[in-house]
């Protein structure tokens, strides 16, 4: 039996990680910003095609301390969508402010750029998009409400690392943008994260908020966490990013795979291809419609199950069905989003996966199909 998983890390070879860390061995500068993470900084900044950024130890806390540093009023309302990783909701939560969910587009899984302006209260201070999959949100439609109800934008860019939309940057895009640099995602610096801004001013504040709220060696001026990325990911992340465009341009031949399988199969919805989108090939989603395919997601799910492989229901359950909100939110709010998170299935994708692998795993999908008709 194969045991393949939704995804594996990408390394560097294990001569490159530990040339790389030589350095540290000689300095004994471990953490606290040191050179590794400056030359890495420099490195992703260039790459992401972003003016400024700041790194973090993880995704999360760059999008925690992103919206803190935002210094929004407590309590007031922050419009997001459900289909996320629990992350998303928790950065709003844990900084006492009110997620308001808005449903997703049934096509790209991305904020409904539709439904946003109903949602809007006097108490709204900010939207916060997820670029789902690695899909790219409306970002035009995004900004033009922002900018009419005078309101900031932070995006989940989790999983767009590498994307471009009209040769941009995504990290260029709202106020600020928070990629993920976790070992399951493109690209990892095995745990890892940066916040993308534009203000100066807003940038040292989240650097005053990684780093203890010190400014100074003599002086604390503001009550930060630590969130800082240390010596050891950065070499990771520096490794790593020698061998990105490789990396993505695999994942392309694995997707292109799927979809020789998948494409213009009744009842299967895949992800979309987006215009003026440079892709990343971060995730594939599939949507079984269970009347028209023959058989459930959970069906699909557990068949693969059977011979080892190992998909995930990325992003079931819905965040605003979390069992930590005590049933405060209203799912059938967010119907689409309920919807597709009942039938969506990620399949195993990363660069190394062989394509004898997807045949196996669609051959495994198309037979859910035959034995149910
Ligand atoms: N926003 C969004 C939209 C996100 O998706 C995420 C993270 C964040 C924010 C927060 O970013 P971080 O703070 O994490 O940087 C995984 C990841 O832990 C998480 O980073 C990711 N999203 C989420 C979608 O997926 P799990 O609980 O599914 O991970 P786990 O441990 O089940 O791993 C999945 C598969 O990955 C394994 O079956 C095998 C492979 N794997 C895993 C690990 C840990 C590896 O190959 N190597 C590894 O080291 O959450």
């Known amino acids: 039996m194969v045991n393949i998983l939704v995804t ?53 806390m760059a999008l925690e301390l992103s919206l803190q540093a935002m210094n929004l009023p407590r309590g007031s309302e922050i419009i997001t969508t459900p289909f996320t990783f629990a992350s998303t909701t928790h950065a709003i939560v844990r900084n006492r402010l009110e997620p308001v969910f808005c449903d997703i587009d049934p096509v790209d899984f991305t904020i409904d750029v539709k439904k946003i302006e109903d949602l809007i209260t006097d108490k709204t201070s ?4 997820v670029h789902v999959y690695g899909n790219v949100c409306n970002i035009e439609e995004i900004q033009r409400i922002a900018r009419k109800y005078d309101l900031k934008v932070i995006y989940d860019a989790a999983h767009t690392f590498g994307v471009e939309y009209h040769g941009l940057g995504i990290g260029t895009f709202g106020d600020v943008s928070c990629f993920s640099f976790h070992a399951t995602k493109v690209f990892n610096s095995i745990e890892g994260g940066a916040a993308c801004f534009r203000d100066e001013e807003f940038g040292l504040e989240l650097y005053r908020l990684k780093n203890f709220g010190i400014r100074g060696p003599e002086r604390v001026d503001g009550v930060g966490a630590n969130a800082k990325m240390n010596e050891f990911c950065a070499a990771m992340g520096i490794c790593n990013l020698r061998h990105v465009n490789e990396e993505i341009a695999k994942r392309k031949l694995v997707v292109e795979r799927y979809r020789e399988w998948l494409d213009n199969v009744e009842g299967v919805q895949l992800n979309p291809v987006q215009e003026d989108v440079k892709p990343n090939y971060a995730y594939f989603p599939v949507i079984f419609d269970e009347k028209t395919f023959g058989a459930s997601r959970n069906e699909v799910f557990e068949a693969l199950q059977e011979v080892g492989i190992g998909a995930r229901k990325y992003f079931y359950p819905l965040t605003n069905t979390f069992e930590c909100f005590h049933g405060k939110y209203d799912v059938n709010r967010t119907p689409v989003a309920l919807h597709i998170s009942k039938r969506v299935l990620t399949l195993p994708l990363y660069a190394d996966l062989d394509v004898d692998t997807v045949d196996k795993i669609c051959e495994v999908i198309l037979k859910c199909k035959e034995n149910i008709k």
Do not use: C
Request: no cysteine; proline share 5%; glycine share 4%.
């Open 126 to 129: 900010a939207i916060m998009p």
């Open 8 to 60: 594996r890390s990408s390394m560097p070879s294990m001569d490159e990680y530990i040339k790389e860390i030589e350095d540290i061995w000689d300095s004994h500068w471990l953490t606290n910003m040191g050179p590794k993470h400056k030359e890495f900084q420099k490195n992703l900044k260039e790459y992401l095609k972003v003016e400024q950024m700041d790194m973090f130890t993880n995704g999360h």
